[in-house]
């Protein structure tokens, strides 16, 4: 008989996949290619994402008295950049879209290829294979994003009809992952409640946010707006993920990345508010 483990296995994949195939089946690949070709907005977005992120996290955990579950569950946090509902944050935001449309396969390319490589050097005592988490990683993240970019090249139509089923989808997988935890893992949830997992969570989002807005180097308001956004938010999918492959799975662990549901989200709700202000007096000045 199936286990309550390897349930929430099965809803992590789809929810991956949900998410991200959605996220293809949402990307403009012209306006992609052509936001690509801008090496500032590749450099900032490599930069911020797997350089300075990371050292933030770091330098969290030194900072605010975290069990070294949550410290770990916050590193791993910092290596996940760009969260598949970028784009409604964007429009919430008045952003730049032609950013968010190069900064999403950009991230989740370099999640697949960076954080096989830093996570087993930046989380202490989590055995991982480099190999295993690269191999899952491939299938469950980049191969949906990647057909639902193809779906929608090629098949318009079709992407615009099976989009909002991708959506839904998401959406109830993501409810199903709140389900399981509270379930499986309510009392470690709870003592998370009562600890600095969340503030962690919230300074770093905050910090990223407007640290990587501040210090855009020549790029519009709009444009630093959606950068900011990209940088402070997280792709649960990838967390999950990599979380299936560790061989130590400290249930206080995965609650930090459950965490990273529901927080990160109100966040980022609040910042993509504040960012649409700050377009609203950059017009009113124009």
């Not at 409604?88 to 900064?103: F, G, N």
């Not at 893992?185 to 998370?192: F, I, M």
Request: proline fraction near 5%; aromatic fraction near 8%.
């Amino acid at each position: 008989m199936m286990s309550a483990q390897d349930m929430f296995g099965i809803v992590a994949i789809l929810y991956c996949v949900a998410n991200l195939g959605s996220m293809g089946l949402e990307l403009n690949l012209t306006e992609t290619m052509k936001s690509l070709k801008s090496p500032r907005l590749i450099s900032l977005t490599l930069v911020w994402s797997w350089i300075l992120a990371p050292a933030l996290a770091i330098l969290i955990t030194k900072i605010l008295p975290l069990s070294d579950a949550h410290a770990a569950g916050l590193l791993l946090f910092s290596l996940a950049p760009t969260a598949p509902m970028l784009p409604i944050l964007i429009r919430k935001a008045k952003a730049d879209m032609d950013t968010s449309a190069a900064m999403m396969p950009l991230a989740v390319v370099g999640t697949v290829i960076l954080m096989p490589l830093i996570a087993p050097l930046l989380i202490p005592g989590a055995s991982v294979s480099s190999f295993e988490l690269a191999k899952q990683l491939i299938i469950t993240v980049l191969l949906p994003l990647v057909a639902g970019v193809l779906i929608k090249v090629y098949a318009s139509k079709l992407a615009d009809k099976i989009f909002p089923y991708f959506k839904k989808l998401g959406s109830i997988t993501t409810l199903a992952l709140l389900a399981f935890t509270v379930i499986m893992y309510g009392k470690e949830l709870l003592n998370a409640l009562g600890s600095f997992a969340v503030a962690a969570q919230v300074l770093f989002i905050v910090v990223t946010a407007f640290v990587s807005y501040l210090f855009g180097f020549g790029m519009n308001q709009a444009q630093r707006s959606a950068l900011a956004l990209g940088i402070c938010s997280r792709n649960g999918g990838a967390m999950f993920v990599a979380f299936t492959t560790f061989t130590v799975q400290d249930p206080n662990f995965l609650v930090m990345l459950l965490l990273a549901v529901p927080v990160p989200v109100i966040m980022w709700l609040i910042l993509a508010r504040y960012f649409a202000s700050r377009a609203d007096k950059v017009v009113a000045t124009d």
